[in-house]
């Protein structure tokens, strides 16, 4: 299974399922709206999808939110633009990327877990992010999962 996530050679050979492509597709793409959101409206996003009282915080400790909220998208975008480029030129590397995109959102929810944010409620963006964590899950077994015939599966 190892040598499914991490192949020998990064080519355009994709022997997973052709789902998971489609599936990873959407997440890159929700994923990239997400970074831009953050970037260009991180003010409304703290408050409204994420549930961050910003009003409660000084002007100081509220731009600074929203600053991390910008270089948090970037990051975002930075990691969306490498998925895009797997999708179109490196496809045997689609599992590792499903992986790598499962990693990140696991230990950023273990370091929630140990400082956690303070928020309002029951914010909107726990279930975009818990939709994109079984997106993620799927597409990996997916993608992982061989077709026996390309012909017959796809």
């Given at each position: ?72 998208g970037l990051s975002h975008l930075v990691i969306c633009a490498l998925c895009v480029l797997v999708l179109a030129r490196y496809r045997s590397l689609v599992p590792f ?58």
């Open positions: 299974m190892f040598d499914q996530i991490l192949p020998l050679r990064a080519d355009n050979t994709y022997r997973g399922y052709k789902l998971a492509l489609w599936l990873f597709a959407v997440v890159v793409f929700m994923k990239a709206a997400i970074g831009l959101n953050s970037i260009f409206n991180g003010h409304k996003v703290a408050i409204s999808a994420d549930g961050i009282p910003l009003d409660t915080f000084t002007p100081t400790g509220a731009r600074a939110v929203v600053s991390l909220f910008a270089l948090l990327m499903f992986a790598l995109l499962l990693v990140e959102y696991l230990v950023r929810r273990l370091i929630l877990l140990f400082l956690p944010i303070p928020r309002i409620g029951t914010p909107p963006g726990s279930f975009v992010n818990l939709g994109l964590l079984v997106l993620m899950a799927v597409g990996l077994a997916l993608s992982l999962w061989r077709r026996d015939n390309p012909q017959t599966r796809g």
